[in-house]
């Protein structure tokens, strides 16, 4: 169930990653691109669409994470210590708290994409899609590397 | 008409400041304790537990402060306060994160 599970988590990241690479892409292009370039096409995508889709793949994906993590926290981080890998279970920390901290994000996020604040809340919007963008693909990242180096069971 | 008394930038913003006053003195609302599956408040702890998680009670403290911030302070005041800069808060709070947990990368 436990790798079930898993597996689930990490297919999700992999949509939320994409949806949330469109949309930050499209936003730092900052224009509706319109060549047939592959990076106009990827860019051109309408960004404002992605905000909803992004919101409940992320809350699934940080509900899944909560339900596998005391298997972590068990079968994994205890190995970590006794190998002394402390910068591994440093990167999972933050992966964590960066997971909850961009859950509060969430609800701001969404309304900087309505269409009545796009102007007025513009920084905000390109910023705080970065951020979650980036949170995305350290968690993505990290999840990787340590499932690499010790697994769930 | 404001449909809804929910302020979405009070919530962000105070919930990333009551999340990192959490983490930063160690209070969360309660812990889990895999090996059993016991649950505590507080910091309490149990013998011959296992290791205890605290991350579902600090989410749980926070979002609670957040929650009553955001239902209390209009969502007007809010952003035209912290319109364009509120992505300061999130910003910040992964860099105390990230403070908090150095001796993992010392």
């Not at chain 1, 609800?107 to 995305?136: G, H, N, Q, S």
């Not at chain 2, 090996?35 to 149990?46: E, F």
């Not at chain 2, 403290?61 to 009553?68: C, E, F, Q, T, Y």
Request: hydrophobic share 60%; aromatic share 14%; net charge positive.
């Amino acid at each position: 169930m436990t790798i079930f599970l898993l597996v689930l988590h990490g297919l999700v990241g992999v949509a939320l990653l994409g949806a949330l690479t469109h949309q930050s892409v499209s936003l730092l292009r900052g224009r509706a691109a319109r060549g047939l370039a592959f990076l106009d096409r990827y860019a051109g995508a309408r960004d404002r669409t992605f905000t909803t889709a992004i919101v409940v793949l992320f809350v699934v994906e940080l509900a899944l994470g909560a339900f596998i993590y005391p298997a972590y926290r068990l079968g994994v981080r205890i190995p970590f210590e006794e190998m002394s890998l402390g910068w591994a279970i440093g990167v999972f920390e933050l992966k964590e708290h960066f997971a909850g901290l961009a859950l509060a994000v969430l609800p701001y996020y969404a309304r900087t994409w309505k269409a009545e604040l796009a102007e007025t809340l513009r920084v905000d919007r390109l910023v705080i899609t970065l951020i979650l963008a980036f949170v995305v693909w350290w968690d993505f990242l990290v999840g990787h590397v340590l499932n690499n180096i010790r697994g769930l069971e | 008409m404001n449909r809804s008394r929910f302020s979405a930038a009070t919530f962000t913003a105070v919930f990333c400041v009551a999340y990192i006053v959490v983490f930063a003195l160690d209070l969360p609302l309660f812990r889990y304790w895999p090996l059993n599956g016991d649950w505590t408040w507080g910091r309490a702890t149990l013998q011959d537990a296992g290791p205890a998680m605290a991350w579902y009670g600090l989410m749980a403290n926070a979002g609670i402060v957040a929650l009553v911030a955001a239902f209390v302070v209009p969502d007007r005041f809010a952003t035209r306060l912290l319109g364009n800069r509120l992505w300061l808060f999130p910003m910040a709070a992964m860099a105390a994160c990230v403070f908090l947990l150095r001796q993992f990368f010392a």
